[in-house]
T-cell receptor, first 113, second 110 residues
């Protein structure tokens, strides 16, 4: 069974704090993704990575950065959290060329106060 | 205009009813995905298809490539089918990304 885990299910942070969200997958997937999900807006891609140390901006990268030092681990960083970053954050992974089926983690609900 | 559009946005039905959720897209695709998200839960892939029809239990997914349209059907619906159903397509021009629909929220009443 593919397993994608995220470091926290719920997180509350203050405005201006640096926030780390971590994602780990155990299927040796090349691709990893960070999305945010907001009511009425669906899933929006923040960043993705197709290899260690490689990253590509998605649709809404502003205010975020990512790190992929190991194949199984992909971190999302909010350098200075703001209230408009309150959202559900979902990590996903997939093989590079197997129809791009993505496997999702359980999500982290982040509240910035 | 969104590249992937789902209808309806919300659907409430009685237990046992036959359910249809539609997805239309405007780009060339290599595959179309249907996914399910239960309240508070993660997202689970239901189907990935590039032609024809696939069936898994009470769920059936069809795709018409010429018309750029897919449907997800649920037969003999049950309250545990209540979830958000999301359509996404693998864009032919992108190796990595999916283009996402906004989702259909389904509620099945007992």
């Amino acid at each position: 069974d593919v397993k994608v885990t995220q470091s926290s299910r719920y997180l509350v942070k203050r405005t201006g704090e640096k926030v780390f969200l971590e994602c780990v997958q155990d299927m040796d997937h090349e691709n990893m993704f960070w999305y945010r999900q907001d009511p009425g807006l669906g899933l929006r891609l923040i960043y993705f990575s197709y290899d260690v140390k490689m990253k590509e901006k998605g649709d809404i990268p502003e205010g975020y950065s990512v790190s992929r030092e190991k194949k199984e681990r992909f971190s999302l960083i909010l350098e200075s959290a703001s209230t408009n970053q309150t959202s559900m954050y979902l990590c996903a992974s997939s093989f590079l060329n197997v129809g791009y089926e993505q496997y999702f983690g359980p999500g982290t609900r982040l509240t910035v106060t | 205009k969104n590249e992937v559009e789902q209808s309806p946005q919300n659907l409430t039905a009685q237990e046992g009813e036959f359910i249809t959720i539609n997805c239309s897209y405007s780009v060339g695709i290599s595959a179309l995905h249907w996914l399910q998200q239960h309240p508070g839960g993660g997202i689970v892939s239901l189907f990935m298809l590039s032609s024809g029809k696939k069936k898994h239990g009470r769920l059936i997914a069809t795709i018409n490539i010429q018309e750029k349209h897919s449907s997800l059907h649920i037969t003999a619906s049950h309250p545990r089918d209540s979830a958000v159903y999301i359509c996404a397509v693998s864009d032919m021009d992108s190796n990595y990304q999916l283009i996402w629909g906004a989702g259909t929220k389904l509620i099945i009443k007992p």
